[in-house]
């Protein structure tokens, strides 16, 4: 599956892309019973804990169907038409939220956009609104400028009195991204995005790819983030070591520069 030049351009000028119904409930379904296990497995069998958000790396590699997902013709075709031929893995992620995300996305030294091209592909496994959950994004806001207008949102401010320019934080400008389970957005970490209402336990799964690097400054910010990530950047033994050809390209950029591996 590849993209549409419209689509390509949709993401590239604001920053994110929606692909409703990629997959289907039955699919979405076997990805909630999943993720639940993978993160009841992570808490030692514990029920969770509705005040905490629980946050996992690398996710996806840890149960069979969502382990198969990076190679899927539905993500890795999109990835490559937004990062390239031989786009590589930065790694998968899975969340259960608890309450509000603030305003973040992007700073003036982990700034991937201008540099690397670069997605996150966000699973939601709850149907979610505006008012329960659902991602919000700042369209363009990808883009670093100087002055960067909206620097006051880029770090998550969780003092509750925050005020960005006079308003409540969920008020904004900003589009809703309103999903159902099995529909899928394409973004970029570097776009401002937040997420206010709704209960407990809200998942979200991402992958995430960048390009393969070509030039020396490129190679130069992937070992640099490398060197400050504990998980991302380092693949799964398991993808290192797959019977899947397509789950051993995705991270055999990162064997060849000999970056550690997760033991999942």
Known sequence: MTLTPEQVNHF???GFLMLRRLFTRDEAATMKVEANDIMAEARGGRPMDEMTWQALQPFFERR????SLPADDRIYGPAQSLCGENCQLIGTDGHLHVGDTPWHGGDGEDHMTELVPNVKIAFYLDALTRDTGALRVVPGSHRLTDPDPYTILRARNEDPGFRPCGVDPRDVPSVCLETQPGDVIFFTEDL???????????HQCCIAFFADPTTDAQRELIHRLYGKYRFALHPAESYVNSDNPRLRQIVSRLVQWGFEMSQV
């Not at 069979?64 to 382990?67: C, D, E, L, V, W």
């Not at 209402?197 to 809200?202: D, H, I, Y």
């Open 192 to 202: 401002l995005h937040a997420a206010f209402g709704g209960g407990p336990g809200r």
């Open 12 to 14: 590239r000028t604001f």
């Open 64 to 67: 069979p169907f969502m382990a």
